[in-house]
T-cell receptor, first 114, second 115 residues
Framework: AQSVTQLDSQVPVFEEAPVELRCNYS??????LFWYVQYPNQGLQLLLK??????LVKGINGFEAEFNKSQTSFHLRKPSVHISDTAEYFC????????????FGRGTSLIVHP | ETGVTQTPRHLVMGMTNKKSLKCEQH?????MYWYKQSAKKPLELMFV???????ENNSVPSRFSPECPNSSHLFLHLHTLQPEDSALYLC??????????????FGPGTRLTVL
């Protein structure tokens, strides 16, 4: 069975600083991986996804993530954050060839201070 | 109109009321989901409808009743709710086939308050 762990429930950072949000998954087979963002009072929207191919995935709003199979990780990074990046970020995983229903992590709250 | 829409956006109800949440998607997807999002708790999958199956989270109380009349519409019928049911209820859709990536598209949610 698949599972996903987001190691940090909250990450405070100053504006224009770099940030990394951590995500580790557990699965015995190959996986698809996703990062979603949820701004206050809104639903989730896809930031980026890894399906296959290049392990470095670029998404919207300057975010990128790197798939590391040996470490079973899919950490999200941004080199310089803005106040507007303050939001909840969710990592999700689903096994290829398995159920189409993904498993979500508990979320990481990114708080960007001026 | 495109994407996933949910109505109402906000709902306040008493414990004896009956109400329904509505979700509609115009993306041609064939799987639809209800999630519950409570403060300080993980996203909770409640129900899934797809061409192949209906999936229920067995921990969801029977006072929540889903209905999916077609692949574009999903309802969540609510009756005799409790204050702890207050939460953001999110609808999502995706391509339901296992061969697809499983990327989900979410609506803006219905903020439910039970008095």
């Amino acid at each position: 069975a698949q599972s996903v762990t987001q190691l940090d429930s909250q990450v405070p950072v100053f504006e224009e600083a770099p940030v990394e949000l951590r995500c580790n998954y557990s699965s015995s087979v190959s996986v698809y991986l996703f990062w979603y963002v949820q701004y206050p009072n809104q639903g989730l929207q896809l930031l980026l996804k890894y399906l296959s191919g290049s392990t470095l995935v670029k998404g919207i709003n300057g975010f990128e993530a790197e798939f590391n199979k040996s470490q079973t990780s899919f950490h999200l990074r941004k080199p310089s954050v803005h106040i507007s990046d303050t939001a909840e970020y969710f990592c999700a995983v689903r096994e290829t060839g398995g159920s189409y229903i993904p498993t979500f992590g508990r979320g990481t709250s990114l708080i960007v201070h001026p | 109109e495109t994407g996933v829409t949910q109505t109402p956006r906000h709902l306040v109800m008493g414990m004896t009321n009956k109400k329904s949440l509505k979700c509609e998607q115009h993306l041609g997807h064939n799987a639809m989901y209800w999630y519950k999002q409570s403060a300080k708790k993980p996203l909770e999958l409640m129900f899934v409808y797809s061409l192949e199956e209906r999936v229920e989270n067995n921990s969801v109380p029977s006072r929540f009743s889903p209905e999916c009349p077609n692949s574009s519409h999903l309802f969540l019928h609510l009756h005799t709710l409790q204050p702890e049911d207050s939460a953001l209820y999110l609808c999502a859709s995706s391509r339901g086939s296992g061969a697809q990536s499983g990327e989900q598209f979410f609506g803006p949610g219905t903020r439910l308050t039970v008095l």
